[in-house]
Structures are given as C-alpha cells and as structure tokens.
C-alpha cells in the first residue's frame, strides 16, 4: 500500500471476483457491477469512484436478500431441524428402556430394536398408509415390549417381577390411551400414524422371546421359542403382502377407511352410514 487514495483497477476488479460467491453474487452480475467501475479511464479507482461502487454493490445485496425464499427455508426445515424436545425425549425413551435390556441380553437388544422399526413401518404401509410416520416409535415399543417378553421366558428366575409388570401395564395402558386419543378424537390435518407402535409391539413380543437370553429353559418355553418365530415370520408375510396386494383381502378397499373413520366419529358426535357392501368375487 502507498496511501496515495487510488486503488489500481486490476486490484480491485481481482479482490470483487475472489469475494463474488461469498456474497452470494454469479460470474454475470459482477461483470456488470465492475464493467463501468474506472470511468476517468486512468486505470486507478479514486474516492469517488469507490463511493460508486459500494453503493451498487450494496444495491446488488439487497436484491439477493430480496430473492431468499423463507417459506421455502421453513418447509426444508421441518424435515431436516426436527424439533428438539422430540429428539430428547426418544433418547430418553432408548437409554431408560434399552440400557437395561443391553446389560443383560448385550447385542441382541439392536437386533429387537431395529426389528421393531422395520415391523412398525411394514404395518403403517400395509394397514395405515394416508398418514404422516414419524420417529423411531416401533422401535421404542420394542423395547418396551422385550421387557414383557423378558418377563415371560425369566419370570421365576427375576427379582421384583410383580413391581416390573405393573410398571409395563401402566406404561402400555397410558401410552396406548394418548396415541388412540391423537389419532382418531383430536381433529388435526397433519395425523401421524401410531400403527408403527403396534407393529414394534408385536416384533418387541415375538422377537424378544426368541432371540433374548432365557437363564433357565423349560419345555413349554420351547413350544412358545417357535411358536414366536413361526408368528414373527408369517407377520412379516402378511404385511409384505398386504402392501404388494392390498386387493387381496375382499372389500379391504370399501371397508377399511369406513372403519378408520368410525373411531374418529365418535369425537364430534357424527352419525355415519352404515358400512358399504363388501363385493365378494364371484366363482
């Protein structure tokens, strides 16, 4: 720097194209905001000139503030900032539900855990599918529900079973009560689907018995150990199929979103007609 007040044109011109991205400005709009930049010709920017310049340059923020779509920004952040009470009370759910289990039954918990989620999504997919899914729920309920399972196959050999049951019936019962009440009394647009509970339920209970450690095994424990697996596996079926052929049960069309919107009916008193007829294919 020589504080003559004069910046050579080259310079500049190099400093406004190596800031140009920072700024959110394309190639296009600083040719044309440097194009006219040195207008005496004498290849040095004075005071004046540069005045010129920062007010065109500030011209050009102001219209890409302008063109920042914030109900864009918005949309884009419900699916990617979820909110964070709901992210702190899911952990809170795994670590006091799977901390337990994981102690004791070690990398067969992630096994349930997982499985429940798939179970939760399959069943949604299958049975429930206009509605909003949201979170990991299945597996949470399966967790919850290889605690149940835990108690079935090592009831004798626990300590304070009859506290831990009660425990899971008041958590079952309540939690079950406020998930019927969202989805079908409360009238809201944006409904999030709670069948996913029910299949992560199901796979916490069937899985559970067989892949969680029994410390003591008796004969019936063995009929129910593939008793489980054959049910876990033709659940699997069912939704699989029910999702590659919803047309496969009769009526499941005509009758199935009659049946949904009974329970919601109850909630404001409205009268509903009679189930449509189911057709029956005919021989």
Same mark, same amino acid.
């Given at each position: 720097?020589?504080? +003559?007040?004069?910046?050579?044109?080259?310079?500049? /011109?190099?400093?406004?194209?190596?800031?140009?991205?920072?700024?959110?400005?394309?190639?296009?709009?600083?040719?044309?905001?440097?194009?006219?930049?040195?207008?005496?010709?004498?290849?040095?920017?004075?005071?004046?000139?540069?005045?010129?310049?920062?007010?065109?340059?500030?011209?050009?923020?102001?219209?890409?503030?302008?063109?920042?779509?914030?109900?864009?920004?918005?949309?884009?952040? /419900?699916?990617?900032?979820? /909110?964070?009470?709901?992210?702190?009370?899911?952990?809170?759910?795994?670590?006091?539900?799977?901390?337990?289990?994981?102690?004791?039954?070690?990398?067969?918990?992630?096994?349930?855990?997982?499985? !429940?989620?798939?179970?939760?999504?399959?069943?949604?997919?299958?049975?429930?599918?206009?509605?909003?899914?949201? !979170?990991?729920?299945?597996?949470?309920?399966?967790?919850?529900?290889?605690?149940?399972?835990?108690?079935?196959?090592?009831?004798?050999?626990?300590?304070?079973?009859?506290?831990?049951?009660?425990?899971?019936?008041?958590?079952?019962?309540?939690?079950?009560?406020?998930?019927?009440?969202?989805?079908?009394?409360? +009238?809201?647009?944006?409904?999030?689907?709670?069948?996913?509970?029910?299949?992560?339920?199901?796979?916490?209970?069937?899985?559970?018995?067989?892949?969680?450690?029994?410390?003591?095994?008796?004969?019936?424990?063995?009929?129910?150990?593939?008793?489980?697996?054959?049910?876990?596996?033709?659940?699997?079926?069912?939704?699989?199929?029910?999702?590659?052929?919803? +047309?496969?049960?009769?009526?499941?069309?005509?009758?199935?979103?009659?049946?949904?919107?009974?329970?919601?009916?109850?909630?404001?008193?409205?009268?509903?007609?009679?189930?449509?007829?189911?057709?029956?294919?005919?021989?």
């Amino acid at each position: 720097l020589d504080h +003559d007040c004069y910046i050579p044109t080259t310079d500049l /011109k190099r400093a406004i194209r190596d800031s140009a991205f920072s700024f959110g400005l394309n190639p296009d709009e600083v040719v044309t905001m440097i194009s006219n930049i040195d207008q005496n010709g004498d290849k040095l920017i004075d005071v004046s000139e540069f005045c010129t310049l920062v007010s065109i340059f500030n011209r050009y923020l102001s219209l890409q503030r302008a063109r920042v779509n914030h109900e864009d920004v918005g949309f884009k952040a /419900k699916f990617f900032i979820p /909110k964070f009470s709901f992210i702190a009370l899911l952990s809170l759910y795994n670590i006091l539900l799977g901390l337990p289990l994981e102690l004791v039954h070690q990398w067969r918990v992630i096994v349930v855990y997982l499985a !429940g989620v798939l179970c939760g999504s399959l069943l949604v997919s299958a049975v429930d599918p206009h509605v909003f899914l949201a !979170g990991a729920s299945g597996g949470v309920y399966a967790l919850l529900a290889a605690h149940q399972a835990e108690l079935i196959m090592n009831w004798r050999e626990m300590e304070f079973n009859w506290i831990r049951a009660i425990i899971l019936v008041i958590l079952i019962g309540s939690d079950t009560a406020v998930s019927v009440y969202q989805r079908y009394f409360v +009238d809201r647009v944006d409904r999030v689907s709670y069948v996913s509970h029910i299949g992560g339920f199901v796979a916490g209970n069937l899985l559970g018995v067989v892949i969680l450690r029994n410390f003591r095994r008796h004969k019936w424990e063995a009929r129910l150990w593939w008793a489980s697996l054959v049910a876990f596996v033709f659940f699997i079926v069912i939704c699989i199929v029910l999702i590659i052929a919803p +047309d496969i049960i009769p009526g499941k069309r005509q009758y199935w979103p009659w049946l949904r919107a009974r329970f919601g009916a109850y909630a404001a008193n409205v009268q509903l007609d009679d189930p449509p007829p189911i057709n029956l294919p005919s021989n």
